[in-house]
């Protein structure tokens, strides 16, 4: 099962990535909302809204059942009759019956995430009812007969050639390609439906406890005609949209419109509240709160916080994946990182299993959500619990279990790996080509090769000589600086040395367990963190720095996770996150490191690339730029500086070379649009991912990490 | 207040059109309107007799049956509760089915604005929807930010697509200073 499931996602992704317009779409449509968004938000505090949306949702979260009995005693007491489905199957059916109880032909709908999440136009359909979608994208992919591929817009993936075409086979007639003629025709095509139908069903944004109301936020307009025209309405609202107050209900309504499409509010705010006046009588108001799942989430601790989320969208907007496989493949119902989550609880874990790997966990999300839920850590979360289920491989659980957690075996393959490897090397530092089936890593980007003398083994000839020490520190390499780049070891000792600082290496120091962790194999990390733990504090530093953001971000952050029910680490592990930091933060911020190296570069153009853990992780991005402008390189920033680089570890060798590569190209284009001759970074990762791509596509443009560069401003070190 | 209503409601795309007087209201109106007028009941536009006088200025105004003339009006109009400056937002109780139906349906939305009922930002705005749910028993109420609007295709922004393709803002001083009343 799981292998057919595998081969229809690849066949998915392939079939996207041959699809170029789609990527560029989706591509322009990021950029344009980055900048409308950032002028919807002038002025406020970004920060302060999500806070306050996170805390409000938590608190209806923890007292759900209050606030949907004030919801339904108020709202019943306006007339509207309320009823709680606990599944898809019982919405659906309360929602047939009652269409068919009142002899109801034909219904109109406004969009609604919660009817395409229940398949309710299916079970309409099946009891021989129409359901006529008013939205414009929901009207399109309805005719098209697909499901969304955005919560916001739906029919982002078409173009209007496409849609003249649908359109045309409505109305019998060759429909122009331009859009405001195609726009003209929904409206006067779906004019009738409302004026025809006996049942309106719409979503809702908000439910307000306080008032027992519902709150619509929509531009078209159609959500007010179908909750105006027919005599019934029925509203389909997840029992997450409940807010305590009318102060709640505008947090919601400052912050959806501005992060959803970069508007200060959308055309149309309505509040309905009970069964108001119609024709000659009132209005029949059902409102059917859905769990479906939603319950089930909110006792998941690991996973709750995704309960926040007020559907804005964003979270796909800015994820490269999304932009480069569009929501069909990267989604089910609901799409992008938030569409893994909600799948997981309301669809079933099987139905999120590909999508759990899809995510090259960059972080972009996390940043821009609203609701300030960290859909990254939720993601390894639910990874974790697929490899739990479902495995994780049986060649990857070897590596992990057998290899890696045993670290003296672990580095003698890795030292056997080296050797084996130079057939095709033929001595360089650069793979370019492979033999066999390994060719496809390196169609698209030369590979570095396995250093002949890991750092660890270079260690005690590297000369430190420094007269009273401002600090003594402890070094975490991480894998790929021990074992393919030792030269940044050098690098870092020549810079720390030079500024004051004894640099130590605890020989004991193993693998960071993230390419473990994110793989799903939790048990192996921990293992990993322990070691870890005691390898670094063993020589008591007062700093542990690291070069690489992702291991920075696996001291500072999972090792605690990890550890925290082992009564013997957790404090240990609390005490390494408190003194881990990243390079860059530590020659700014400890060793005021800018002045130290003032003027001492030429001035060659240089860009900056954020690694997504060391800014969305660490919150360190302005530090390396300092340290570069400061010492005198002339400093250039590159369009979407801190979009990820496509690398993701396993993500661009096993689990998604293709998705990798095409984000790894954006970033290519990106570097040489800038202009400049060098492009700096603070991650071995994606120098890997970068140096590769700009090798292989033969760019002029040298691929850097600031320590590097840093260190090549010094004089040579005297041995 | 009025300055910044102004702007932001000219960014999403509706018209001002600040008159002196009543008269002047009036003889825009008159101008502008395309097709019968649908005049839904509203406290202050009553007082002030606005389909007598629209009527003497030769407009085609609907005061009754609005169910059976709304799909083929060309225009609806009516007062406003109040408008939030920070978005351009007109507030408008509109439980009454006749102005949901004189809002939605047709092509053009002219709203009687006095400039008096125009509060700063939402959380201005959160009392008084307190106040209006606490004085009717059911409520549909509207915030009406400029044009129906819709970027679904290719995400061009695109104006009209069931709603109003047009919404006026008339502001005229000595329409209502009753924030509650529309
Ligand atoms: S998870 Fe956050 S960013 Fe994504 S749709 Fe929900 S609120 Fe928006």
Redesign the pocket.
């Given at each position: 099962m799981s292998k057919q499931r595998s081969r229809q996602y690849k066949a998915r992704i392939d079939q996207a990535l041959a699809a170029p317009r789609l990527q560029e779409t989706l591509h322009r449509f990021a950029d344009a909302y980055l900048a409308s968004r950032e002028n919807a938000f002038a002025g406020h505090d970004f920060q302060a809204l999500r806070a306050g949306i996170a805390a409000m949702k938590d608190d209806v979260r923890d007292r759900r059942e209050e606030y949907l009995a004030q919801f339904t005693r108020n709202a019943e007491a306006a007339g509207a009759t309320v009823t709680l489905a606990r599944t898809a199957e019982e919405a659906n059916a309360y929602i047939v019956s009652l269409a068919r109880q009142r002899g109801v032909r034909l219904v109109v709908k406004s969009k609604s995430m919660a009817s395409e999440e229940i398949h309710l136009n299916r079970a309409l359909q099946e009891a021989g009812i129409e359901a006529l979608e008013t939205d414009l994208g929901e009207w399109i992919i309805q005719l098209a007969g697909q499901r969304p591929s955005h919560?916001v817009m739906p029919a982002i993936h078409m173009t209007k050639e496409e849609v003249a075409e649908l359109f045309g086979k409505v109305t019998g007639k060759v429909e122009p390609a331009a859009i405001p003629h195609l726009v003209q025709v929904a409206r006067e095509q779906l004019r009738q439906g409302y004026l025809n139908a006996g049942m309106g069903i719409s979503g809702a944004n908000i439910a307000v406890a306080e008032t027992g109301g519902l709150a619509l936020i929509t531009n078209e307009g159609n959500a007010r005609l179908v909750a105006t025209l027919p005599k019934i309405h029925v509203a389909l609202v997840g029992i997450e949209k409940l807010v305590p107050t009318l102060e709640d209900a505008h947090r919601v309504i400052d912050v959806l419109p501005k992060?959803a499409t970069g508007q200060l509010i959308t055309s149309y705010v309505s509040w309905i509240r009970g069964a108001v006046p119609c024709g000659e009588g009132r209005k029949e108001l059902h409102i059917v709160l859905l769990d479906n799942g939603r319950g089930a989430l909110a006792e998941s601790p690991h996973c709750r916080d995704?309960l926040?989320?007020?559907?804005?969208?964003?979270?796909?907007n800015v994820c490269p994946v999304y932009q480069t496989v569009g929501g069909h493949v990267f989604g089910h119902i609901y799409i992008?990182?938030?569409g893994i989550i909600l799948t997981a609880f309301f669809h079933g874990l099987e139905n999120a299993a590909e999508l759990v790997r899809a995510c090259i966990g960059c972080r972009a999300?996390v940043a821009?959500?609203?609701?300030g839920?960290d859909?990254e850590s939720i993601i390894l979360h639910l990874r974790e619990v697929l490899g739990e289920e479902e495995g994780i491989g049986a060649g990857k659980a070897l590596v992990f279990k057998r290899i890696m957690r045993n670290r003296a075996l672990f580095h003698t393959m890795i030292r056997t790996a080296s050797l084996l490897q130079k057939p095709v090397t033929r001595g360089e530092r650069t793979i370019r080509h492979l033999p066999l089936f390994f060719a496809g890593l390196t169609e698209w980007r030369s590979l570095p090769a396995i250093a002949d003398r890991p750092l660890r083994d270079q260690w005690s000839g590297i000369a430190q000589r420094v007269e009273k020490p401002r600090y003594k520190v402890a070094f975490f390499a991480g894998c790929l600086n021990d074992f393919v780049y030792p030269e940044l070891g050098r690098d870092l000792v020549k810079v720390l040395n030079h500024l004051g600082v004894t640099v130590s290496f605890p020989r004991e120091q193993n693998c960071c367990g993230v390419p473990a962790l994110y793989s799903g194999d939790r048990e192996t990390a921990t293992v990993l963190a322990e070691q870890n733990v005691a390898a670094l504090l063993a020589g008591n530093p007062d700093f542990v720095v690291t070069t690489c953001p992702t291991c920075t971000m696996a001291l500072q952050r999972d090792f605690v996770d990890l550890l925290r029910d082992h009564p013997r680490w957790a404090a240990r592990a609390e005490q390494l996150a408190a003194i881990t930091i990243d390079v860059s933060r530590f020659i700014v911020e400890k060793l005021d490191g800018g002045s130290m190296l003032q003027g001492l570069a030429a001035p060659e153009k240089v860009t900056y690339h954020d690694s997504c853990h060391l800014k969305r992780g660490a919150g360190v991005w302005r530090e390396p730029r300092r340290l570069l402008a400061d010492s005198g390189f002339e400093l250039v920033e590159m369009a979407h500086a801190d979009r990820c680089c496509g690398f993701g570890g396993s993500y661009s060798f096993t689990s998604h070379p293709d998705i990798a590569r095409h984000i790894l190209n954006d970033k290519v284009v990106d570097i040489e649009k800038s202009g400049a001759t060098c492009v700096a970074m603070d991650c071995p990762g994606c120098l890997m991912q970068i140096r590769g791509g700009l090798d292989k596509q033969e760019k002029p443009v040298r691929a850097a990490h600031t320590l590097q560069l840093l260190a090549e401003l010094l004089p040579p070190e005297k041995s | 207040m009025t300055g910044a209503f102004l702007a932001a409601l000219e960014k999403v795309g509706g018209v001002a059109v600040c008159c002196g007087t009543l008269q002047q209201a009036v003889a825009c109106l008159a101008e502008r309107v395309r097709g019968p007028l649908l005049l839904p009941p509203s406290p202050s536009l009553q007082r002030l007799d606005l389909a007598g006088q629209l009527r003497a200025a030769g407009v085609e105004v609907v005061s009754a049956d609005f169910h059976q003339r709304a799909p083929a009006a060309g225009a609806g109009l009516t007062g406003a509760n109040f408008a939030i400056a920070a978005t351009g937002t007109v507030v408008l109780e509109s439980t009454a089915e006749a102005t949901r139906l004189a809002t939605t349906l047709p092509e053009q939305h002219f709203v009687l604005l006095d400039p008096r009922k125009i509060v700063a930002d939402s959380s201005a705005a959160v009392p008084l929807l307190r106040q209006l749910h606490a004085r009717l028993p059911q409520t549909f109420l509207a915030y009406i930010t400029g044009p129906s609007r819709t970027a679904d295709i290719e995400r061009v922004l695109t104006i009209g697509v069931h709603g109003p393709k047009e919404l006026y803002v008339l502001l005229c001083e000595g329409v209502s200073d009753d924030l509650l009343e529309s």
């Open positions: 919560m992060n995704a926040r989320c007020i559907k804005c969208g964003a979270c796909a992008s990182a938030i999300c821009v959500c609203p609701s839920i859909l | -």
